[in-house]
């Protein structure tokens, strides 16, 4: 029994230690992304994916030289930027899907439902809009991220896109196109501060004579 009881004890003790070894060798567990690192993963691909097809159209429909060479550079710069991003998805676990988002789909369909002039002019205004779009998505991941794969990929596509933006606002001066970034609900409040101080105080003016009149009546 001696001699059983101390073979087991050796089998314990190195079954212990190699299980130890290799605990340490495969070190700590890689931690999942946030959310935030995954759904700007996601909307980068969508956003490439996008790129990509609307690239692939103005090939097919531009009427000018300088839409159908934005439109290269598109499917160029797009396809590269997605495939190191692909490969960080599937070393990090993260899915993505296979397609743009519907609405990226319907804004495409729109754009190549017109032509010749028309079409030029619709597609920098939807790509102006799409890479304003990205860089600020960009911008997010690397003010909010955690996982830092994803915040080098947002890092290294911020410069691409943002030259994709301003070749693509040349273009739009050229075809006499407005390039400011529309006010939005921020310019609306902006607008509208004033008339609403002038109401606020007419209100005030209001309350304070009422409430004198009603001082008045009670010492009367």
């Known amino acids: 029994m ?3 009881r101390r073979t087991l004890a050796v089998l314990t003790a190195v079954l212990t230690a190699t299980a130890g070894a290799l ?12 959310q935030q690192d995954q759904d700007w993963m996601v909307f980068a691909h969508q956003s490439n994916l ?4 609307a690239g692939q159209a103005a090939l097919e429909q531009a009427t000018t030289d300088a839409v159908r060479e934005h439109g290269q550079m598109l499917i160029d710069d797009h396809t590269k930027l ?23 789909q319907q804004i495409l369909a729109s754009v190549t439902a017109q ?21 600020a998505a960009g911008e997010r991941e690397l003010a909010e991220g955690s996982e830092q794969a994803a ?6 596509s911020a410069p691409v896109v943002q030259m994709h933006l301003d070749a693509l606002l040349a273009t739009a001066q050229d075809l006499g196109l407005p390039t400011g970034v529309p006010a939005g609900t921020g310019g609306q409040a902006a607008s509208s501060s004033p008339a609403l101080a002038v109401t ?21």
Request: no cysteine; proline share 4%; net charge negative.
């Open 2 to 4: 001696s001699v059983l």
């Open 23 to 34: 605990l340490l060798a495969a070190g700590p567990a890689a931690a999942q992304p946030s």
């Open 50 to 53: 996008a790129e990509i097809a």
């Open 82 to 104: 997605d495939a190191d991003l692909t490969a960080a998805a599937e070393e990090l676990g993260v899915e993505l899907p296979s397609e743009p988002t519907e609405e990226q």
């Open 115 to 135: 032509s010749g002039e028309a079409f030029d002019r619709a597609w920098v205004e939807a790509q102006i809009t799409s890479h304003r779009q990205t860089l």
């Open 151 to 156: 915040k080098d990929l947002a890092s290294a």
């Open 200 to 220: 606020l105080v007419g209100a005030g003016v209001l309350a304070v004579v009422l409430a004198g009149a009603v001082l008045v009546r009670r010492r009367a």
